[in-house]
């Protein structure tokens, strides 16, 4: 049980995680475990393992959407980018975050950034 | 520098994912793991220390596969066989015949050319055009990431079609017009299938070709 929401934990920050990148530019795959790392400072941290079956699944929901196309070093990289259907989430997925870590300050006096 | 293409195909070859999908995430996670490879040299690290480094992205690659599988198979509203050879396909079927018929209404005429006593009714304007239809078909199924096999069928598929049609026709006729094998109009049969499917085949072939050659991942993650 606990692994269970350990992993649906891990898989929702995954989620907004990606969905907040996306929101601002087309990246692909490496970039997005690139960024995610350097942004959150080393806190949050996606493997390609971890990384790819959940853009997969983004991509099935139809929240991403995956495209062939030349990176700034002329190799070819499958770009993600947001789709309506995914800024949508997004506003949601922020809301819902923001009151989870609320109430665990009120509860845990664990206090979010 | 390994050959993380084939590494990757390697594991996950036990997947079920349809070929054309797998051969898509082949690419992409070799590609991710090429970069992974490279920034570790950057950082310092000798070749095969960063290929261990490289190697610690994947623990379980039975377990990869399946998530992947999971992730890519289920519910898909459109899978890689549609997006990359379905619709191509049905996009130049559309414009190719539409094209001819643009032509007829226009009143192009046709060369009708003479065989012994057969006619073959030739639209030159239509053959001419046709490279760029398979130029056409072919571009959108290679931007939709399709292997060889299915740029070259999505690039001549107004030809494969007819072919199609023909193939349908034959038994149907012999049966309904209760022709015999001995008195079928083979040689009118046969004229008909070059004018129709041989002739188109090769115009559609030619504006096929540029996009048949592999120019993308699998040549960049190799070098």
Redesign the interface.
Known sequence: MTQRIRSKIARGSGELAILSLLAEQPLYGFEIAKQIEERTGGALKFTLASLYPLLYDMEKRGWVEGRWQANSAGRDRRYYRLTPGGRRQLAPLRAEWRTFFQALDSLAGVSHA | MPDWKKLVREHIASSALPAASRE??V???A???E??YE?ALLQGLTEKAAVEFTL?????WH??AA??H???S????MNNRTRSLWLPAMANLIVAPGWLMILQKLAVQPRVLWIGDMAMVLYLPWLITLPIFGAFGAFLAK?A?ARFVNRLIVGLSPALAVLGAFALILPVSLVVDQHRLTNFPFAYFALTIFNWVVLPALALLIGTLPFLRET??LA??EA
């Not at chain 2, 610690?56 to 379980?60: L, T």
């Open positions: 898509e995430v690419s992409e996670l590609a991710h793991l970069e992974a920034a610690q992205e994947v623990n379980d377990a990869l998530r992947i999971r992730a890519r289920e519910e898909n509203p931007r990431h993308n991942t960049r993650t």
